[in-house]
């Protein structure tokens, strides 16, 4: 038997550690699993193991800001880490992940695929030679997946502009014969359907905002058993009802509430977070600030 049976394995041994430590381990990231994330990265899995064709099946993951979508992207990528063939001398780099420009401008978005994959940028470039460099090196590192995020950010140019830059992204996953996964929030739907023949290859994957349910009630079960508090946590349903109110129902909002709870536990000596720290109003309000 462990000292903490109420929390997962590995959880158990952080809340042994001191208050400092426990409170540094809670502020940093760390992966929390739940239904919906997961089944996100079996869709991702699945387009990684696809055979190679000449119009490959694309991903749309779709969701609210801080509905934890870059950080199941992360999640994917660290699993699929980049590795070092000593033999060939050849890196090969299974997800390809960038950040979306501030607008569609495809030689910044080819200057970004340079950053990723570790590439020196040549001086003064065109867009031509950013497009061959970027091809020639990709093919190269033979990666599996293109993921491109905040893809919503296409809507900051003209409709001319976004036009070109997905057909770039079109000829991209033509050329490479890779699945290009974007990611984004609802606007981003809008912004591929600037593409006839490009979103026809796209599967939308939603992560909808928290409701009161099942699903909640085992994401807030999995949540408290891997906070480090010593005494086990209890929140009823007039507490989650409440929680669902003040985040709209938003991960990261969610996530970051129970994290500071925590840490105000930890630091009361209480050790626990109970209802009445979220329905009393007082630590709530002392956790969220003042609006500004």
Not at 182 to 205: H, I, M
Not at 248 to 254: D, E, M, R, V
């Amino acid at each position: 038997m462990t000292e903490f049976p109420h929390l997962y394995p590995g959880a158990d041994k952080i809340a042994a550690l001191s208050a400092e430590e426990r409170i540094h381990r809670i502020r940093a990231d760390r992966w929390i699993s739940y239904p919906r994330a997961e089944a996100a990265l079996e869709k991702l899995e699945t387009l990684m193991s696809f055979p190679e064709r000449a119009r490959m099946p694309n991903l749309l993951i779709v969701g609210d800001s801080g509905m934890g979508k870059t950080m199941i992207i992360e999640k994917f990528t660290r699993d699929h880490a980049s590795t070092f063939d000593e033999t060939s001398g050849r890196l090969h780099m299974p997800v390809v992940a960038v950040q979306m420009v501030s607008g569609p401008d495809e030689s910044r978005f080819y200057r970004r695929i340079l950053a990723a994959i570790g590439a020196p940028e040549p001086p003064r470039a065109t867009l031509s030679v950013l497009e061959s460099l970027a091809l020639r090196l990709l093919a190269e590192l033979r990666p599996g997946m293109l993921v491109i995020d905040e893809i919503h950010s296409l809507q900051a140019g003209t409709i001319r502009e976004q036009a070109r830059f997905l057909n770039m992204l079109r000829f991209l996953g033509n050329e490479l014969r890779i699945p290009l996964v974007c990611v984004g929030t609802a606007q981003a739907r809008n912004a591929l359907r600037t593409d006839d023949q490009l979103v026809r290859r796209f599967e939308a994957f939603a992560l909808p905002p928290w409701r009161e349910g099942e699903d909640l009630n085992g994401l807030m079960s999995t949540l408290t058993r891997t906070l480090p508090l010593r005494r086990q946590s209890q929140i009823d349903e007039k507490a989650l009802t409440r929680m669902i109110k003040v985040t709209g129902g938003i991960t990261s909002g969610i996530f970051s509430i129970l994290s500071q709870l925590a840490i105000a536990a930890i630091e009361s000596g209480e050790e626990r977070i109970l209802s009445r720290d979220i329905l009393g109003g007082d630590r709530l309000q002392a956790v969220l600030g003042e609006p500004v």
